[in-house]
């Protein structure tokens, strides 16, 4: 069983040789394949190229494919750009959505024309076309409704508006809950096995304005992109989401992808087992400031819990990305881990 038939079959919770690994990996493959950050971001050859050459290295269980999450904002209106050459894209300017009215101007989603969607599609094909045999590749549709709402009309408004305004929010959901989807479809038809997205300003919400604000359009998407495609689907949320755990875990995600920042072991008691894990390695502290010899040590005490736990959906990853000058040595220990534990 290769790389994609083993995560593959974790994900449906059945017995597997060894563990399994998938680092978040984006920036990281540019920088290993000595490509600058604006030529990943805007070349879906060098994209592509980049998390291929970073495969072949590594040679990790699942790649992603990735660059920013300005990519649906920017389809939307949203002003981009870069600082620099090796920094990622980042909103400039002022929000492109200011009122109801600007809501009702906004095209409909077409991700073969608008902004970088068609680079990234591009990019993705390559990928699978090129490891889709071997590896799990994972397509990220950043960002959710939520977070995505948030990037075209900017955070403050929108929590302010949660209180103020709700109808305005809701269209707005609404909105760029079409663009998500439309961008996950496509995605999917260029053929990787799983499709993520991320809601990380969700966090800030709290249990109860998450149930109503944000929770409800993450299952619309998964829920539509279920019934439209056969790709495993998952939600990402950075940073402690314990108080939303339980509440991410019905969104309709096969997978939560779980940062270091939330307790692994909590994680596993809280989240049903028909619901996988993936993390949840600190991707600063221990990956990019950490020895591999930490790396390995962490490593074996994240398996330990998930075993102990009798976690069987589990990938072993960076619970958020890897951050470009990550040591390659690090890297090599997490990888090694999944085949160390697999002698053990």
């Known amino acids: 069983m290769n790389s994609r038939g083993l995560v593959r079959a974790v994900l449906h919770g059945a017995a597997t040789p060894r563990p399994v690994c998938g680092p978040l990996s984006v920036h990281f493959c540019a920088v290993h394949a000595g490509v600058p950050i604006r030529d990943y971001t805007l070349d879906a050859n060098k994209l592509a190229g980049s998390v291929v050459a970073y495969w072949e290295t590594f040679r990790p269980d699942a790649v992603w494919v990735s660059s920013d999450t300005r990519i649906t904002a920017e389809a939307m209106g949203a002003a981009t750009a870069f600082v620099d050459e090796n920094s990622p894209m980042a909103g400039i300017g002022g929000p492109a959505v200011r009122s109801r009215a600007d809501i009702d101007r906004l095209p409909p989603p077409d991700p073969t024309r608008q902004g970088r969607q068609p680079v990234m599609l591009d990019a993705l094909r390559r990928v699978c076309a090129a490891l889709g045999h ?17 990037a075209v009309a900017g955070v403050e408004t929108v929590m302010t508006a949660t209180m103020t305004d709700p109808e305005f929010v809701e269209a707005l959901l609404d909105r760029c809950a079409e663009y998500v989807i439309a961008y996950g479809q496509a995605m999917a038809a260029c053929g990787p096995d799983m499709l993520s997205t991320g809601d990380s300003p969700a966090i800030m919400l709290g249990p109860a304005v998450y149930r109503s604000v944000a929770l409800p359009w993450e299952q619309r998407v998964f829920r539509t992109l279920r019934a439209t495609t056969e790709c ?4 990402h949320i950075c940073g402690d989401a314990t108080a939303i755990l339980p509440d991410m875990a019905r969104a309709g995600a096969d997978v939560l992808e779980v940062d270091h920042a ?26 990019y400031h950490g020895s591999p010899d930490d790396v390995a040590a962490a490593c074996e005490t994240a398996l330990d819990t998930v075993r102990r736990m009798g976690r069987a959906r589990f990938v072993l990853s960076s619970g958020c990305t890897l951050a470009p000058g990550t040591p390659r040595e690090n890297v090599h220990a997490l990888v090694q881990s999944v085949h160390t534990a697999a002698k053990a």
């Not at 071997?134 to 948030?150: H, I, K, R, T, Y």
């Not at 495993?232 to 939600?235: I, P, V």
């Not at 939330?262 to 990956?287: H, I, K, S, T």
């Open 134 to 150: 071997e590896a799990f590749v994972v397509g990220c549709f950043d960002q959710s409704p939520f977070s995505l709402a948030c």
């Open 262 to 287: 939330l307790d692994l072991e909590r994680a596993c008691a809280v989240v049903p087992d028909a619901v996988a894990l993936w993390g949840n390695l600190d991707p600063v502290g221990l990956l």
């Open 232 to 235: 495993a689907l998952s939600l």
